[in-house]
């Protein structure tokens, strides 16, 4: 049996998923520059380390000490693990300078700070005191409501995404 178009279907289900890993790679890194965007510009700024920790990564992440992190889209490092590193997009705060991302996403409790030695002494404004009282810190969100703010568009640019990279494949 020989049937008509059989050899440009086929070329067009071969293109499909570079088509669609194109579209779908787009898409994410859009959606990964739109929320650090916002994760920046909600970010307080005091020094400008938390801001300027906040990015994105495609692929396996490794931290460099990022301690909030969120969006790690189509199963994250086992994608990039089987070579589909584009797949897979995470956007994370922090990093060796600005290490308390989390504290200030998160806030902390009041709490008693004490030397790490026994009998040691703490400097506290020029004196040497046993142990501290920090009073806590609020927490002062910046990540996750832009992560919030965010999520649905990023949904609906990747379902375009697919649908958009499906019709290049095919109209061919």
Sequence with gaps: MKIKGKEKFLAQIAALPQALRDEVRAALETSAEE???????????DTGALKNSISYSFGAFQPDNANVRGVDTSGGNARAAKGEAGLSVTVHAGNATAWYA???????????????????VLGFNGTAVEEVHHPGASARP????????SRQRAKSRLSRSIRNGARKAFSK
Excluded at 102 to 120: D, Q
Excluded at 142 to 149: D, E, H
Aim: proline share 11%.
């Design 102 to 120: 989390s504290l200030v996403e998160f806030g902390t409790a009041a709490h008693t700070i004490k030397p790490k030695r026994p009998g040691g």
């Design 142 to 149: 910046f990540f996750f409501p832009a992560y919030r703010l």
């Design 35 to 45: 929320m650090v965007d916002l994760a920046k510009r909600f970010a307080p700024v």
